[in-house]
């Protein structure tokens, strides 16, 4: 009896010690939010490659981000090895769809480290920070005051708060500014969270929130009194995203937590009701009049965010830029169908709008026929926080990249899909104080800005590759995909497009080829 008692309390007293061990680590938020029993992820976790050999799906299986997918993202997260062994396992021959990139003999080699002089840039392409900007200047085409070239050509996408948590938009501002990218705020309003110093792009959605009076409607006075709060670099009007086109949203009471109803500006513990479109404008001429209004009063460059639908408006709005070329969006982003969100109808993510690519190249295809592709910087989403597959949005005509979903990865999400329960058990789709405390901004920040250097660097290496300096000057004719009978077909006969649809106007290549050779731009 006293030896079973004296086991019973050892067990009681390790298991009691690893409760405590649990709750107070910070480098594993499913650990600090389920303690011992998170334990049984990370042992199946273990040994799961050795039981995925007989039961359970392949490397390349799993939606929306396959297990290899995130395993990479992971590991270049946490600077650890992110390298594959024993050569590919996808079948390069038989994968439609599977992207091919057509190398050079003559590789373009890193650039020796220059010794920075104290107070110098980073040198653009090489490590440490791999600093990759792109190719445009976002608002030269209007000639707004606060035009820029980003740092870097990948940004964090919009993640509103109320659907991420305080401590995951903290994470995701510390790891931007760590990485020297942007942060999109998300339709939610711009959060203390966005606060710790990384460049912001300011989301207006068609709630308005932060930007709207106590009707709802949008505030000029508001919108100007919330951006003043932190370093707002671009302005982004969001027509909407792919994964709900059209449909509006709820964020449910449950979410709605005092903070948040404060920087949204609405009644705290009440449903936050998103509409499907926007009361300030109704056609696209008073939508170039509200862009412009924003602009004037805030002399910052004015986008716009969409997914691709309809055709008629994507052709009004390059007519009406091609008519008057001081006017309109300063960059267009476009989302693709295959858009993550926190909540949406199930029909609406699966049938609504066009996959990234086939609507991206559409809208394209549009602003050419007017002559304005070349002019207006475009920003691709939709699962492109891949490096192969963000070197095909740029093929194919985009500017920059956004990665959204790809960024919850790397500070914990484990694509357990449950964010619109408000249960997220990494702490990272959730406002529930008990599940947040598990994720610590200080410990999941540098993660992010990790996973975007990376990303960067490997978008360099695969440029390299093909022989040019910089992700923007790949040809179209180099990337192919993957058909079903054993062949591939370059981007450009996928497409019916040009082979250096990619390549931005005269201007931009001289002046990036010089950033990338530390060169002035003349
Ligand atoms: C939890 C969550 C919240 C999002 N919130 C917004 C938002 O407020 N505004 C918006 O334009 N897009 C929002 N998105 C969409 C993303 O910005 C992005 O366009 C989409 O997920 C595609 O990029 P990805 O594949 O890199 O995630 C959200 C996505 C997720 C997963
Ligand atoms: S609920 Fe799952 S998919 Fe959503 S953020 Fe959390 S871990 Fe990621």
Not at 18 to 27: A, G, H, P, W
Not at 325 to 348: K, Q
Not at 457 to 470: D, K, P, Q
Request: charged share 20%.
């Amino acid at each position: 009896m006293t030896v079973a008692l004296i086991i019973l309390g050892a067990i009681v007293a390790a298991l009691l010690a690893v409760t405590i061990y649990d709750v107070t680590q910070k480098r594993h938020a499913v650990l600090r939010n389920f303690p011992i029993v998170g334990h049984l992820r990370y042992i199946l976790e273990s040994f799961g490659p050795e039981l995925r050999q007989y039961i359970v799906t392949a490397n390349d299986a799993e939606r929306p981000f396959s297990r290899d997918q995130r395993s990479w993202v992971y590991a270049s997260a946490k600077v650890e090895n992110n390298l594959s062994a024993f050569g590919t396992d996808n079948d390069l021959e038989s994968t439609p769809g599977h992207i091919l990139i057509r190398h050079s003999a003559w590789v373009v080699q890193e650039p020796a480290h220059a010794i920075p002089a104290p107070g110098d840039q980073p040198q653009a392409g090489v490590g440490p920070d791999y600093v990759l900007p792109p190719a445009c200047v976002i608002g030269r085409l209007h000639g707004r005051p606060g035009a820029f070239r980003p740092s870097s050509l990948v940004n964090v996408s919009a993640l509103s708060y109320g659907a991420l948590g305080e401590s995951a938009l903290e994470a995701l501002n510390l790891g931007a500014r760590r990485a020297g990218c942007m942060q999109n705020t998300g339709e939610g309003g711009l959060a203390t969270a966005h606060t710790h110093g990384a460049d912001i792009v300011f989301q207006i959605g068609t709630g308005y929130f932060g930007c709207r009076d106590a009707d709802g409607n949008f505030s000029m006075d508001r919108l100007l009194e919330t951006i003043s709060r932190a370093p707002v670099r671009m302005i982004e009007i969001k027509l909407s995203q792919g994964a709900k086109p059209g449909h509006g949203g709820i964020l449910p009471a449950a979410k709605v937590t005092p903070d948040v109803a404060r920087h949204r500006g609405v009644q705290p513990w009440v449903d936050s009701i998103t509409p499907a479109r926007h009361s300030a404008f109704h056609d696209v001429p008073s939508m170039i009049a509200f862009i412009e209004r924003i602009a004037e009063q805030t002399g910052l460059p004015v986008g716009i965010k969409s997914a691709v639908g309809q055709m008629d408006f994507w052709d009004d709005l390059a007519r009406a830029m091609a008519a008057d070329r001081s006017a309109g969006p300063d960059f267009v982003t476009i989302d693709g169908g295959e858009g993550g969100t926190g909540a949406a109808p199930f029909t609406f993510a699966d049938h609504v709008s066009l996959p990234f690519r086939t609507g991206f190249v559409q809208v394209r295809d549009v602003f050419a026929a007017h002559s304005m592709d070349r002019d207006v910087p475009f920003i691709g989403s939709a699962r492109l926080g891949f490096p192969a597959q963000a070197l095909v949005a740029l093929a194919l005509g985009c500017d920059m990249v956004n990665v959204g979903r790809e960024a919850m990865l790397a500070i914990g999400c484990i694509q357990a899909q449950r964010c619109h329960t408000g249960k997220c058990p990494t702490g990272v789709a959730t406002t529930n104080p008990r599940l947040t405390r598990g994720l610590v901004p200080s410990d999941k920040g540098p993660r992010l800005g990790n996973y975007i250097v990376t990303m960067r660097h490997e978008l360099l290496e695969l440029a390299r590759t093909v022989g040019v300096v910089h992700p923007a000057l790949v040809p179209a004719d180099v990337i192919e995909l993957v058909d079903d009978r054993a062949g591939s077909r370059p981007l450009t006969e996928v497409y019916g497009t040009d082979r250096l649809v990619g390549r931005p106007p005269e201007r931009d290549v001289r002046e990036i080829v010089a950033i990338m050779s530390g060169m002035p731009i003349s």
